[in-house]
T-cell receptor, first 118, second 111 residues
Framework: GEEVAQTPKHLVRGEGQKAKLYCAPI?????VFWYQQVLKNEFKFLIS????????ETGMPKERFSAKCLPNSPCSLEIQATKLEDSAVYFC????????????????FGSGTQLSVL | DAKTTQPNSMESNEEEPVHLPCNHS???????IHWYRQLPSQGPEYVIH???SNVNNRMASLAIAEDRKSSTLILHRATLRDAAVYYC????????????FGKGTHLIIQP
């Protein structure tokens, strides 16, 4: 597709329940990134993929969070046993490459998934 | 990682130019300067980026100081649709980072 598609737009979970978020990157983009925006303006990088391989997972919480990008499937971010503090907007982005030296390598973001943990 | 400093918020009038400053005094020689903006209830979108020379595109202009320790994003004629949070971000050309967002500048446009 021509845009990064994130589903669902909104997700409500009770504390302790599982949450799964999906992201379809732009066709032809090799890199996928997940960000968490907890408060307005503050982004936290979680994880990135190069195709189906984890590229950088330094931002991923060690427990409860996992992510995958499998061939011919949307990428996914899963949170086991959600906590109140996981309430945030989760953004997915994709890019053709990571060199960031030309306009073709900019990040394209989806509209986000608003996760509310009650 | 080199950090950026931006004002928390700025206000401007519709149809006037807007100059959004960014300080990055610890920038290294290989860092590119990127600007993204986030409109209300949307994901960030790319605005412009540069290395040393000033850059222009259909959205904005980027003026980079000669010593590269600061830069200014210029919106030539602001519209209400330009009201957003603007992020100035440094990224190493050829690096592996997914861009580190700071707190950005909340731009308010008055009609």
């Amino acid at each position: 597709g021509e845009e990064v598609a994130q589903t669902p737009k909104h997700l409500v979970r009770g504390e302790g329940q599982k949450a799964k978020l999906y992201c379809a990157p732009i066709k032809g983009h090799s890199y996928v990134f997940w960000y968490q925006q907890v408060l307005k303006n503050e982004f936290k990088f979680l994880i990135s993929f190069q195709n189906e391989n984890v590229f950088d997972e330094t931002g991923m919480p060690k427990e409860r969070f996992s992510a995958k990008c499998l061939p011919n499937s949307p990428c996914s971010l899963e949170i086991q046993a959600t906590k109140l503090e996981d309430s945030a907007v989760y953004f997915c982005a994709s890019s053709q490459s990571i060199r960031r030296v030309s306009t073709n390598e900019k990040l394209f973001f989806g509209s986000g998934t608003q996760l509310s943990v009650l | 990682d080199a950090k950026t400093t931006q004002p928390n918020s700025m206000e401007s009038n519709e149809e006037e130019p807007v100059h959004l400053p960014c300080n990055h005094s610890t920038i290294s020689g290989t860092d590119y300067i990127h600007w993204y903006r986030q409109l209300p209830s949307q994901g960030p979108e790319y605005v412009i980026h540069g290395l040393t020379s000033n850059v222009n595109n259909r959205m904005a202009s980027l003026a980079i100081a000669e010593d590269r320790k600061s830069s200014t994003l210029i919106l030539h004629r602001a519209t209400l649709r330009d009201a957003a949070v603007y992020y100035c971000i440094l990224s190493k050309g050829g690096g592996a980072d997914g861009l580190t967002f700071g707190k950005g500048t909340h731009l308010i446009i008055q009609p």
